[in-house]
């Protein structure tokens, strides 16, 4: 077994390394607990679609409210809260639907494929809020 004693210079390396971790951690977390508060700016709705015809389309509000999607293959209930929507109750076998967990952007989906239903957010996002996958030049 090899005994190994740390230097001054080497603690002080240690400490400044744990410092700047402690920094970025802290900053991600006070970042992230105030992006879930902030309202968004654009005007966003959900599409749910039932073997692909619209069965409703609901604003996406901060306020709660729920939808019954009932159909001859089964049933789920929708929550519409946070400016998003959520898979909150399903009697279908896999329970597939609630991974896809509370959606909010543009292009987000829920799919249940037992209910043959699909939700989409849509809306316009203003030019800040639209992330960009990739560039070409």
């Given at each position: 077994?090899?005994?190994r004693?740390?230097?001054?210079?080497d603690l002080v390396l240690i400490a400044v390394v744990l410092s700047i971790?402690?920094?970025?951690?802290?900053?991600?977390w006070i970042m992230g607990s105030s992006e879930a508060t902030v309202k968004p700016t654009g005007h966003y709705y959900a599409t749910i679609k039932?073997?692909?015809?619209?069965?409703?389309?609901?604003?996406?509000?901060s306020e709660t409210q729920y939808v019954e999607v009932r159909t001859s293959r089964g049933y789920?209930?929708?929550?519409?809260?946070?400016?998003?929507?959520?898979?909150?109750?399903?009697?279908?076998?896999?329970?597939?639907c609630f991974t896809f967990g509370h959606i909010t952007k543009p292009g987000d989906v829920i799919i249940c494929l037992p209910l043959r239903m699909i939700i989409e957010v849509e809306g316009h996002a203003p030019e800040s809020e639209t992330e960009i996958d990739a560039?070409?030049?």
């Open positions: 077994m090899i005994h004693t740390f230097k001054q210079g971790a402690l920094l970025i951690i802290g900053a991600r039932v073997d692909n015809e619209i069965y409703k389309t609901v604003e996406l509000t789920d209930q929708l929550k519409i809260h946070d400016y998003g929507i959520e898979v909150v109750e399903s009697d279908c076998p896999q329970k597939i560039e070409v030049y």
